[in-house]
Nanobody
């Protein structure tokens, strides 16, 4: 069993930065890929970024490529999402997830956090 807790969300002006954290409990966390997703009001949950269990491989949605960076510290059981050059369209609740059952781009992960809200003002 794995429990995930996101933190770091908040209100920021366009062009600003935030760093989200996803802290995990459970011994299997360091052996699984981790994904970040987001869900804006009235929209479906969408893929943002994912990282391999080793941290050596990462992938991003086109909408955040070059602005967001995902990285992990397995010694701390934590995955981070550094978000720079934020835009109002990045406003959403951000979720981390682990143990993908299908592609890392899909929402088919076993474990999910409760989400952290990010609001970007124009």
């Amino acid at each position: 069993q794995v429990q995930l807790v996101e933190s770091g969300g908040g209100l920021v002006q366009a062009g600003g930065s935030l760093r989200l954290s996803c802290a995990a409990s459970g011994r299997t966390f360091s052996r699984n890929a981790v994904g970040w997703f987001r869900q804006a009001p009235g929209k479906e949950r969408e893929f943002v970024a994912a990282i391999s269990w080793s941290g050596n491989s990462a992938c991003y949605a086109d909408s955040v490529k070059g602005r967001f960076t995902i990285f992990r510290d397995n010694a701390k059981n934590t995955v981070y999402l550094q978000m720079n050059s934020l835009k109002p369209e990045d406003t959403a609740v951000y979720y981390c997830a682990t143990d993908p059952r299908d592609s890392v781009y899909s929402v088919s992960y076993t474990y999910w956090g409760q989400g952290t809200k990010v609001t970007v003002s124009s």
